[in-house]
């Protein structure tokens, strides 16, 4: 029953890390302090009141302008605010279900004393909502500077193999405290080389081909990350999914000459990185279900 204020809650406070994020993802390519100085108008510098930072709520009542100078603000500021809180907002909502769930089905002792199952369910959410910010902030700093940066996704690989090496399995799969900690790592390693290993594949073979850079190394380590996290069943449906929305992006980009001869460079050449961050996004939150429909309509299980 608590499902609803801390779903609220959860929302609310992805829409503040949103704004946190656009903070990162403004100033820290520019190799400015994300902390000092208060929040400026990136034109005119003048500092912004209160009222105007406020997440979501703020772009849409200036209606995307500075008040003072009329400079437009980046879309990506509200876009960033409203995914990160709407999609914390389904983690909380998920898990808790899931958690109620499983406790339905546990005789009362158990039930009121699964203190470990307690902890994985905080652990899972905790996770989850980490890594989706961070494929959030991928995702945004891919489209608009093509850039995986190796000092966030290398991190985040060792970060992801710590997460599921304590969970015992990858936040694709239920925890599984009893699995033994050498095939806990080795699993992981594979997953991480198969998954990177697929996009240096493809680099290749397009060198091979074209004799010039197809797909950057950031999106192997992309890949890597991914495996970390979610496994190499979650990588692979991240990959594919990528793909597919990848594709879907430049059939409905070369249908429209207007946008095709826009100077906009992300419309030139398609960021593959954003779109495997929300395929890694969709295989976080709704990987199994996604499987379990794909399995059922093509009638390989019923
Ligand atoms: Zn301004």
């Not at 599921?164 to 050498?182: H, K, Q």
């Not at 409905?252 to 929300?278: E, N, V």
């Amino acid at each position: 029953m608590f499902s609803f204020p801390a779903t609220i809650l959860a929302g609310l406070l992805g829409l503040a890390f949103g704004s946190f994020l656009n903070v990162c993802l403004t100033r820290w390519p520019a190799g400015e302090s994300v902390v000092k100085p208060r929040s400026h108008c990136r034109a005119c510098e003048r500092t912004l009141a209160w009222w105007e930072n406020i997440p979501l709520v703020s772009w849409l009542a200036l209606r995307g302008r500075c008040r003072t100078c009329g400079t437009a603000i980046s879309i990506r500021y509200p876009m960033v605010e409203l995914a990160v809180g709407a999609l914390w907002a389904t983690t909380v909502f998920q898990t808790i279900h899931h958690f109620q769930n499983a406790q339905a089905g546990l005789p009362y002792p158990i039930a009121s004393f699964s203190a470990l199952y307690l902890l994985q369910s905080a652990t899972t959410i905790g996770a989850k909502m980490l890594l989706i910010w961070l494929l959030v902030g991928l995702a945004a700093l891919d489209a608009e500077r093509f850039w995986l940066p190796d000092i966030v996704t290398v991190p985040a690989i060792l970060l992801g193999v710590a997460v599921s090496t304590f969970r015992g399995d990858s936040l694709f799969e239920s925890p599984n405290p009893s699995a033994p900690i050498l095939l806990r790592l080795l699993n992981l390693a594979f997953a991480i080389l198969v998954a990177a290993g697929i996009i240096l594949l493809i680099r290749w073979i397009y060198w091979l081909i074209r004799r010039r850079e197809g797909i950057g190394l950031g999106d192997a380590k992309l890949m890597a990350l991914l495996a970390a996290w979610l496994g190499l069943p979650g990588a692979l449906l991240s990959f594919v999914m990528g793909v597919v929305l990848g594709a879907l992006a430049g059939v409905a980009i070369l249908g429209m000459p207007k946008l095709r001869h826009a100077k906009s460079p992300g419309l030139t050449r398609l960021p593959l990185g954003t779109f495997l961050c929300i395929g890694g996004i969709a295989a976080t939150l709704w990987g199994p279900q996604i499987l379990a429909g794909y399995l059922r309509w093509s009638g390989l299980s019923r």
